[in-house]
Protein backbone atom coordinates (compact mmCIF):
# COMPACT_ATOMS: atom_id res chain seq x y z
CA UNK A 1 0.00 0.00 0.00
CA UNK A 2 1.28 3.47 -0.75
CA UNK A 3 1.64 5.67 2.30
CA UNK A 4 2.48 2.59 4.74
CA UNK A 5 3.89 4.14 8.23
CA UNK A 6 4.20 2.20 11.22
CA UNK A 7 4.49 3.09 14.95
CA UNK A 8 5.35 0.53 17.92
CA UNK A 9 1.58 -0.02 18.31
CA UNK A 10 -0.76 0.98 15.85
CA UNK A 11 -0.13 0.27 11.93
CA UNK A 12 -1.29 3.04 8.99
CA UNK A 13 -1.42 2.53 5.41
CA UNK A 14 -3.11 4.42 2.84
CA UNK A 15 -3.79 2.96 -0.78
CA UNK A 16 -4.11 4.78 -3.90
CA UNK A 17 -8.12 4.52 -3.44
CA UNK A 18 -8.05 6.46 -0.05
CA UNK A 19 -8.67 3.77 2.14
CA UNK A 20 -6.57 4.45 5.32
CA UNK A 21 -6.19 0.68 7.27
CA UNK A 22 -5.33 1.62 11.03
CA UNK A 23 -4.01 -1.93 12.61
CA UNK A 24 -4.04 -2.26 16.53
CA UNK A 25 -0.68 -3.94 16.90
CA UNK A 26 0.20 -4.99 20.13
CA UNK A 27 -0.94 -8.80 19.65
CA UNK A 28 1.10 -9.68 23.14
CA UNK A 29 -1.59 -7.81 24.85
CA UNK A 30 -4.62 -9.27 22.89
CA UNK A 31 -4.77 -5.23 21.54
CA UNK A 32 -6.17 -4.23 24.69
CA UNK A 33 -6.84 -0.44 24.66
CA UNK A 34 -4.55 0.85 26.64
CA UNK A 35 -4.07 4.38 27.56
CA UNK A 36 -1.44 4.73 24.92
CA UNK A 37 -3.65 3.01 22.58
CA UNK A 38 -6.33 4.77 23.03
CA UNK A 39 -3.74 7.97 22.50
CA UNK A 40 -2.67 6.72 19.29
CA UNK A 41 -6.09 5.93 18.07
CA UNK A 42 -7.38 9.18 18.83
CA UNK A 43 -4.12 11.11 17.01
CA UNK A 44 -4.72 8.56 14.04
CA UNK A 45 -8.57 9.49 13.83
CA UNK A 46 -8.13 13.42 14.35
CA UNK A 47 -5.24 13.17 11.52
CA UNK A 48 -7.81 11.31 9.08
CA UNK A 49 -10.44 13.26 9.48
CA UNK A 50 -8.61 16.23 8.16
CA UNK A 51 -6.70 14.36 5.21
CA UNK A 52 -8.48 14.91 2.13
CA UNK A 53 -6.56 11.84 0.67
CA UNK A 54 -8.21 9.54 2.86
CA UNK A 55 -11.95 8.58 2.32
CA UNK A 56 -12.35 5.78 4.11
CA UNK A 57 -10.86 4.23 7.18
CA UNK A 58 -10.89 0.28 7.85
CA UNK A 59 -9.89 -0.90 11.98
CA UNK A 60 -8.02 -3.73 11.91
CA UNK A 61 -5.85 -5.52 14.41
CA UNK A 62 -2.52 -8.29 14.56
CA UNK A 63 -3.27 -11.62 16.37
CA UNK A 64 -5.55 -13.97 17.25
CA UNK A 65 -8.00 -10.89 18.98
CA UNK A 66 -9.29 -7.85 17.78
CA UNK A 67 -9.79 -5.85 20.77
CA UNK A 68 -10.07 -7.27 23.95
CA UNK A 69 -10.81 -4.04 25.40
CA UNK A 70 -9.51 -2.37 28.68
CA UNK A 71 -6.08 -3.13 29.84
CA UNK A 72 -7.16 -4.28 32.90
CA UNK A 73 -3.28 -4.58 34.14
CA UNK A 74 -3.24 -1.07 33.71
CA UNK A 75 -6.50 -0.56 35.46
CA UNK A 76 -5.40 -2.65 37.90
CA UNK A 77 -2.48 -1.21 38.72
CA UNK A 78 -3.84 2.06 39.64
CA UNK A 79 -5.44 1.31 42.55
CA UNK A 80 -2.09 1.68 44.34
CA UNK A 81 -2.98 5.02 44.54
CA UNK A 82 -4.15 7.02 47.40
CA UNK A 83 -7.55 7.78 45.76
CA UNK A 84 -8.11 3.63 45.08
CA UNK A 85 -7.41 4.79 41.02
CA UNK A 86 -10.16 7.19 40.81
CA UNK A 87 -8.06 9.99 38.72
CA UNK A 88 -6.78 6.84 36.56
CA UNK A 89 -9.94 5.06 36.38
CA UNK A 90 -11.49 8.74 35.23
CA UNK A 91 -8.85 9.82 32.56
CA UNK A 92 -8.88 6.47 31.01
CA UNK A 93 -12.64 5.99 30.59
CA UNK A 94 -13.03 9.50 29.64
CA UNK A 95 -10.35 9.29 26.55
CA UNK A 96 -11.87 5.74 25.69
CA UNK A 97 -15.63 7.74 25.20
CA UNK A 98 -13.72 10.44 23.53
CA UNK A 99 -12.44 8.28 20.84
CA UNK A 100 -15.57 6.19 20.74
CA UNK A 101 -17.10 9.35 19.90
CA UNK A 102 -14.16 10.49 17.17
CA UNK A 103 -15.31 7.53 15.15
CA UNK A 104 -18.74 8.57 14.88
CA UNK A 105 -17.86 12.32 13.85
CA UNK A 106 -15.11 11.46 11.57
CA UNK A 107 -16.88 12.73 8.47
CA UNK A 108 -15.14 9.56 6.78
CA UNK A 109 -17.19 5.82 7.12
CA UNK A 110 -14.88 3.82 8.97
CA UNK A 111 -15.47 0.09 9.00
CA UNK A 112 -14.37 -2.82 11.65
CA UNK A 113 -12.30 -5.74 9.98
CA UNK A 114 -12.40 -8.26 12.86
CA UNK A 115 -10.84 -11.73 13.40
CA UNK A 116 -11.27 -13.05 16.60
CA UNK A 117 -12.11 -11.96 19.90
CA UNK A 118 -13.59 -8.38 20.46
CA UNK A 119 -14.94 -7.79 23.95
CA UNK A 120 -15.75 -5.38 26.43
CA UNK A 121 -14.12 -2.08 25.19
CA UNK A 122 -13.29 -4.13 21.84
CA UNK A 123 -16.97 -4.87 21.35
CA UNK A 124 -17.74 -1.43 21.81
CA UNK A 125 -15.16 -0.20 19.44
CA UNK A 126 -16.95 -2.47 16.88
CA UNK A 127 -20.23 -0.97 17.53
CA UNK A 128 -19.17 2.36 17.22
CA UNK A 129 -17.82 1.77 13.63
CA UNK A 130 -20.01 3.01 11.26
CA UNK A 131 -19.85 -0.65 9.65
CA UNK A 132 -18.27 -4.29 10.51
CA UNK A 133 -17.47 -7.31 8.61
CA UNK A 134 -16.40 -10.44 10.83
CA UNK A 135 -14.47 -13.74 10.16
CA UNK A 136 -16.00 -16.93 11.07
CA UNK A 137 -13.42 -16.88 14.32
CA UNK A 138 -14.73 -13.54 15.16
CA UNK A 139 -16.28 -13.71 18.62
CA UNK A 140 -18.05 -10.47 20.64
CA UNK A 141 -19.12 -10.43 24.09
CA UNK A 142 -19.74 -8.00 27.06
CA UNK A 143 -18.17 -9.49 29.88
CA UNK A 144 -18.14 -7.62 32.94
CA UNK A 145 -20.93 -9.12 34.44
CA UNK A 146 -18.32 -12.30 34.94
CA UNK A 147 -15.49 -9.61 36.87
CA UNK A 148 -18.68 -7.52 39.19
CA UNK A 149 -17.95 -4.53 36.32
CA UNK A 150 -20.80 -4.04 34.48
CA UNK A 151 -20.11 -2.65 30.88
CA UNK A 152 -21.56 0.73 31.20
CA UNK A 153 -19.36 2.46 28.53
CA UNK A 154 -19.79 -0.12 25.60
CA UNK A 155 -23.17 -0.76 26.26
CA UNK A 156 -23.91 3.16 24.87
CA UNK A 157 -22.63 2.06 21.75
CA UNK A 158 -24.50 -1.41 21.73
CA UNK A 159 -27.51 0.50 22.68
CA UNK A 160 -27.36 3.08 19.98
CA UNK A 161 -27.02 -0.81 17.25
CA UNK A 162 -28.94 -3.27 18.52
CA UNK A 163 -32.38 -3.77 19.70
CA UNK A 164 -33.17 -3.24 23.57
CA UNK A 165 -33.67 -7.04 24.15
CA UNK A 166 -30.11 -8.15 22.17
CA UNK A 167 -28.06 -5.56 23.81
CA UNK A 168 -29.30 -6.44 27.13
CA UNK A 169 -28.65 -10.13 26.57
CA UNK A 170 -25.58 -9.33 25.62
CA UNK A 171 -24.90 -6.83 28.85
CA UNK A 172 -26.52 -9.63 31.58
CA UNK A 173 -25.55 -12.24 30.55
CA UNK A 174 -21.67 -11.69 29.01
CA UNK A 175 -21.88 -14.37 26.80
CA UNK A 176 -19.81 -15.33 23.68
CA UNK A 177 -21.67 -14.27 20.32
CA UNK A 178 -20.43 -15.89 17.12
CA UNK A 179 -20.18 -14.14 13.95
CA UNK A 180 -22.89 -15.30 12.30
CA UNK A 181 -25.55 -14.39 15.55
CA UNK A 182 -23.52 -10.87 15.65
CA UNK A 183 -24.78 -10.55 12.00
CA UNK A 184 -28.22 -11.86 12.47
CA UNK A 185 -29.07 -8.81 15.51
CA UNK A 186 -26.79 -6.21 13.57
CA UNK A 187 -23.50 -5.97 15.57
CA UNK A 188 -21.53 -6.88 12.37
CA UNK A 189 -23.00 -5.92 8.89
CA UNK A 190 -21.18 -9.15 7.28
CA UNK A 191 -20.16 -12.89 8.67
CA UNK A 192 -17.60 -14.15 6.14
CA UNK A 193 -14.30 -16.71 5.62
CA UNK A 194 -11.07 -15.77 7.42
CA UNK A 195 -9.89 -15.83 3.88
CA UNK A 196 -12.44 -13.91 2.61
CA UNK A 197 -12.30 -11.26 5.79
CA UNK A 198 -9.88 -8.66 4.41
CA UNK A 199 -10.94 -9.02 0.61
CA UNK A 200 -14.56 -8.30 1.64
CA UNK A 201 -13.67 -5.97 4.07
CA UNK A 202 -11.77 -3.78 1.28
CA UNK A 203 -13.95 -4.16 -1.69
CA UNK A 204 -16.54 -2.76 0.74
CA UNK A 205 -14.15 0.40 1.68
CA UNK A 206 -13.17 0.96 -1.90
CA UNK A 207 -17.44 1.10 -3.02
CA UNK A 208 -17.50 3.58 -0.45
CA UNK A 209 -14.28 5.05 -0.98
CA UNK A 210 -15.53 5.98 -5.06
CA UNK A 211 -18.67 7.91 -4.07
CA UNK A 212 -18.03 11.59 -3.84
CA UNK A 213 -16.57 12.16 -0.27
CA UNK A 214 -18.57 15.47 0.28
CA UNK A 215 -21.93 13.11 0.34
CA UNK A 216 -20.25 10.81 2.92
CA UNK A 217 -19.14 13.40 4.88
CA UNK A 218 -23.02 14.89 4.87
CA UNK A 219 -25.07 12.02 4.82
CA UNK A 220 -22.55 10.57 7.76
CA UNK A 221 -23.48 13.57 9.71
CA UNK A 222 -27.26 13.67 9.55
CA UNK A 223 -27.33 10.50 9.94
CA UNK A 224 -26.28 10.00 13.50
CA UNK A 225 -27.47 13.60 14.28
CA UNK A 226 -31.55 12.87 12.96
CA UNK A 227 -31.26 9.53 15.03
CA UNK A 228 -30.80 11.55 18.72
CA UNK A 229 -34.18 13.72 17.12
CA UNK A 230 -37.74 13.43 17.67
CA UNK A 231 -39.24 12.27 14.46
CA UNK A 232 -40.78 15.84 13.06
CA UNK A 233 -37.22 17.06 14.26
CA UNK A 234 -35.60 14.49 12.32
CA UNK A 235 -37.29 15.24 9.36
CA UNK A 236 -36.91 19.04 9.48
CA UNK A 237 -32.94 18.48 9.99
CA UNK A 238 -33.21 15.79 6.86
CA UNK A 239 -35.26 18.19 4.19
CA UNK A 240 -32.48 20.94 5.10
CA UNK A 241 -29.68 18.76 4.78
CA UNK A 242 -31.06 17.66 1.58
CA UNK A 243 -31.35 21.46 0.45
CA UNK A 244 -28.37 22.05 1.35
CA UNK A 245 -27.04 18.94 -0.48
CA UNK A 246 -28.68 19.65 -3.69
CA UNK A 247 -27.24 22.81 -3.78
CA UNK A 248 -23.72 20.69 -3.80
CA UNK A 249 -21.55 20.73 -6.52
CA UNK A 250 -21.14 17.06 -6.57
CA UNK A 251 -25.05 16.87 -6.38
CA UNK A 252 -24.74 18.91 -9.50
CA UNK A 253 -23.08 16.39 -11.03
CA UNK A 254 -24.23 13.55 -9.90
CA UNK A 255 -27.52 14.11 -10.80
CA UNK A 256 -26.19 15.40 -14.23
CA UNK A 257 -24.03 12.32 -14.95
CA UNK A 258 -27.17 9.76 -14.04
CA UNK A 259 -29.42 12.02 -17.29
CA UNK A 260 -26.11 11.81 -19.44
CA UNK A 261 -25.93 7.66 -18.34
CA UNK A 262 -22.26 8.66 -17.77
CA UNK A 263 -19.75 8.14 -14.92
CA UNK A 264 -19.74 11.13 -12.66
CA UNK A 265 -16.54 13.61 -11.88
CA UNK A 266 -16.55 14.47 -8.13
CA UNK A 267 -14.74 17.25 -6.73
CA UNK A 268 -15.52 16.45 -3.20
CA UNK A 269 -17.47 19.78 -2.83
Not at 4 to 11: E, G, K, N, S
Not at 108 to 125: R, W
Not at 237 to 257: K, S
Request: aromatic share 4%; net charge neutral; hydrophobic share 45%.
Amino acid sequence: MAGARMTDILLKALDADGVLRLTLNTPAKRNALSEEMLVALSAALGDASNDPATRVIVLAANGPAFCAGHDLKELTAARAAPDRGREVFTRIMTLCSTVMQQIVKCPKPVIAEVDGIATAAGCQLVASCDLAVGSDAAKFSTPGVHIGLFCSTPMVALSRNLSNKHAMEMLLTGDMVPAPRAAEIGLINHAVSADALTDTTMALARKIASKSSMTLATGKKAFYAQREMPLADAYAHAAQVMVENMLARDAEEGIQAFIEKRAPHWQDK
